[in-house]
């Protein structure tokens, strides 16, 4: 069975079928959801969902292109919401160079308090980052986030990169893009780490994998990710579904 580690099924994408969807997964062997948070809204609706279905799990935090409005009463909000029982990581949380707002001064701030939240909470971190190596992997220095632990998700660095971030403790959350025809930086990332920490996921509704490049992206896609993973690794499916659902309940800690 598989276990999707990064959705939006919050997003409007999937406001025509959600439940129709989401009751299908089960029977299609996904086995665990995880529902990532982008700011509070998304994260009290992913919430529902985990209320709404057993399988369905929440992460709750404020995406750092979201950042620019979260103040002190928005952070005490998340707090209280990151500490409910279904919620299994602080996330997603990082820093985003791609757009020019909000600021990266109002990003790292935001950033440094949420990996905070998580060591009180004794909660793993879904890190997003994107365009901001250096500044990442500083942040998670300084801040001790190997104490803390996580996954840097849908993960756009060198292989090289990806190495510094499993010495600090962490998985790496593989996608979509592993299986793109110029996706050939991903795969070098797959075949330098151990397959031990590799999470599968999707980030649906976005960036769905060959053969669905460009649809609505779904869970129903992770075989896809899983297959070419296999390929590169040199492993079955099979195995690939079996390590990597491991390694989603070990550091989701279920
Ligand atoms: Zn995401």
Redesign the pocket.
């Known amino acids: 069975m598989i276990f999707e580690t ?1 959705a ?1 099924y919050d997003d409007e994408a999937f406001d025509e079928d959600r439940d129709i969807l989401l009751s299908s997964m089960r029977e299609n062997g996904i086995e665990y959801i995880v529902n ?1 948070g ?1 700011n509070l809204e998304s994260t009290a609706a992913g919430l529902e969902l985990a209320a709404k279905y057993p399988f369905v799990y929440a992460a709750a935090g404020v995406h750092p292109s979201e950042t620019g409005t979260l103040d002190e009463t928005g952070f005490a909000r998340l707090k209280k919401l990151c500490a409910l029982e279904k919620v299994v990581a602080v996330g ?1 949380i990082g820093l985003d160079y791609y757009w020019d707002e909000p600021a990266h001064d109002v990003q790292k701030i935001w950033f440094a308090r949420q990996l905070d939240l998580a060591r009180e909470l004794k909660k793993p971190v879904i890190i ?1 980052s994107r365009d901001a190596a250096k500044d990442t992997f500083d942040i998670m220095t300084e801040n001790k986030a190997g104490e803390i632990g996580g996954v840097v ?2 993960y756009s660095y060198s292989a090289e990169m990806a190495l510094d971030f499993v010495k600090m403790g962490f998985y790496i959350g593989i996608g979509g893009v592993v299986t793109f025809k110029n996706g050939k930086k991903m795969k070098e990332v797959v075949e330098a780490l151990p397959i031990e920490r590799i999470l599968l996921e999707t ?1 649906c509704p976005y960036l769905a994998p060959e053969p669905n490049r460009g649809k609505r992206n779904s869970s129903l896609n992770l075989p896809y990710i899983a297959q070419k993973i296999a390929e590169i690794k040199g492993l079955s499916y099979e195995e690939v579904i079996e390590i990597t659902t491991k390694n989603a309940e070990r550091m989701y800690q279920l």
């Open positions: 990064h939006h990532v982008a997603e997003h998700h849908c980030d």
